[in-house]
């Protein structure tokens, strides 16, 4: 993050916080080392979090060709939910990771290695989080309720993933796209190959945007032993990321398809432009790629929040067709 010498940032910044944030700005002062535990000073994991629940809600209304009030909840729900559980997951990779965190420049600065909230505190605040994410949670159908609850493992296992594999954004793709399952079952109360293809379609995602994210930290990784897929490809990255971009837009669009093929032809190929189009935006994030600029590294990763809302305008106007 660029210093500025005229405004200093507030005591207590993490280093790669988005600049001016809500946290940094507005929030008391007592609960921001507690908010930037949870990341919401850099909201793009609540994003990337929260937007395949929106891609299996749309695609659960194309499949079912109504869209009910229960379905406004869902949107609602998983938004409050993907914050928490966004929140909690971050706490508890911090709390397995602080001795790491210490030892790499960009997380050194993170609230539990700097000092600003203990173990015991981080614990208690992880725990509440999660609590008030499963009261929202229980709002929804039994079935969706049992994956709600099955979504903890691939959480609690991510932190110690890159400590035993050189794929730990495949744990981290399980885990953030759960929610493509967890919608589509909460409006259907099923599961089917849409939904699971979409689930590998943003596991997929995942690996693209997560290994950019990785090039920012593979030197101090490489020090200290952490594994990545940014440490695994090195200077294969571009090929690496085609590839999960192709399977991506592939597995996406074969998610449009079991979803929306008793629809009509119109229907079905516009829907097959949401795909199509983030496949664009993944292609610009890839020529824009550069292993070597942080900053420029940084910004490839944030801006999958916008490459991820693409799609739904797509499927908004299939649905009207």
Same mark, same amino acid.
């Given at each position: 993050?660029?210093?500025?010498?005229?405004?200093p940032?507030?005591?207590?910044?993490?280093?790669d916080?988005?600049?001016?944030?809500w946290?940094?700005?507005?929030?008391?002062v007592? /609960?921001?080392?507690?908010?930037?535990?949870s990341r919401?000073d850099?909201?793009?994991g609540?994003?990337?979090?929260?937007l @395949?629940?929106?891609?299996?809600?749309?695609? =659960?209304?194309l499949a079912?060709?109504?869209?009910?009030?229960?379905? #406004?909840?869902?949107?609602a729900?998983?938004?409050?939910?993907?914050?928490?559980?966004?929140g909690?997951?971050?706490?508890?990779?911090?709390i397995?990771?602080?001795?790491?965190?210490?030892?790499?420049a960009r997380t050194?600065?993170?609230?539990i290695p700097?000092?600003q909230?203990? !173990?015991k505190?981080? #614990?208690?605040?992880?725990?509440?989080?999660?609590?008030? =994410?499963? #009261?929202?949670?229980?709002t929804?159908?039994p079935?969706?309720i049992a994956?709600?609850?099955l979504?903890?493992?691939?959480?609690?296992?991510?932190?110690?993933?890159?400590?035993?594999t050189?794929w730990?954004?495949v744990?981290?793709g399980?885990?953030?796209?759960w929610?493509?399952l967890?919608?589509?079952?909460?409006?259907?109360?099923?599961?089917?190959a849409? @939904? #699971?293809l979409l689930?590998? =379609?943003?596991?997929?995602w /995942?690996?693209?945007?997560? /290994?950019v994210y990785?090039?920012?930290?593979?030197?101090?990784?490489?020090?200290?032993?952490?594994?990545?897929?940014?440490?695994?490809?090195?200077?294969?990255?571009?090929w690496?990321l085609?590839?999960?971009?192709t399977l991506t837009v592939?597995l996406?669009?074969?998610? !449009?398809?079991?979803? /929306?093929?008793d629809?009509?032809?119109?229907?079905?190929l516009i829907?097959?432009?949401?795909?199509?189009?983030?496949?664009?935006?993944?292609?610009?994030?890839?020529q824009?790629f550069?292993?070597d600029?942080?900053?420029?590294?940084?910004?490839?990763f944030?801006?999958?929040r916008?490459?991820?809302?693409?799609p739904?305008?797509?499927?908004?106007l =299939?649905y009207?067709?």
């Amino acid at each position: 993050m660029t210093q500025n010498s005229q405004t200093p940032e507030p005591a207590g910044t993490v280093a790669d916080a988005v600049a001016g944030n809500w946290v940094d700005r507005f929030a008391p002062v007592q /609960t921001r080392p507690y908010l930037r535990l949870s990341r919401a000073d850099r909201p793009i994991g609540t994003w990337l979090l929260y937007l @395949p629940c929106l891609w299996a809600l749309a695609l =659960a209304v194309l499949a079912t060709g109504t869209f009910t009030p229960f379905a #406004v909840w869902i949107i609602a729900g998983c938004g409050i939910g993907a914050f928490l559980m966004r929140g909690a997951g971050c706490t508890w990779n911090d709390i397995t990771d602080r001795d790491i965190d210490g030892s790499v420049a960009r997380t050194r600065s993170r609230p539990i290695p700097s000092g600003q909230v203990s !173990v015991k505190g981080a #614990v208690v605040w992880m725990v509440s989080q999660a609590l008030v =994410a499963f #009261v929202i949670l229980l709002t929804f159908p039994p079935f969706a309720i049992a994956l709600g609850i099955l979504a903890l493992l691939p959480v609690a296992i991510y932190p110690f993933a890159k400590r035993f594999t050189w794929w730990p954004q495949v744990f981290l793709g399980l885990a953030f796209n759960w929610g493509a399952l967890l919608a589509w079952a909460a409006y259907t109360g099923s599961i089917g190959a849409a @939904p #699971v293809l979409l689930y590998l =379609a943003g596991i997929a995602w /995942t690996l693209f945007y997560d /290994t950019v994210y990785a090039y920012q930290d593979a030197e101090d990784d490489a020090l200290i032993g952490v594994k990545s897929t940014a440490r695994l490809f090195g200077s294969d990255a571009r090929w690496w990321l085609r590839l999960f971009l192709t399977l991506t837009v592939i597995l996406f669009g074969a998610a !449009v398809v079991f979803a /929306t093929y008793d629809r009509s032809i119109l229907s079905l190929l516009i829907a097959l432009g949401g795909p199509w189009a983030l496949g664009w935006h993944l292609t610009w994030q890839l020529q824009r790629f550069d292993a070597d600029d942080n900053d420029r590294l940084i910004h490839i990763f944030r801006s999958n929040r916008d490459a991820g809302l693409i799609p739904l305008p797509f499927f908004a106007l =299939a649905y009207l067709l």
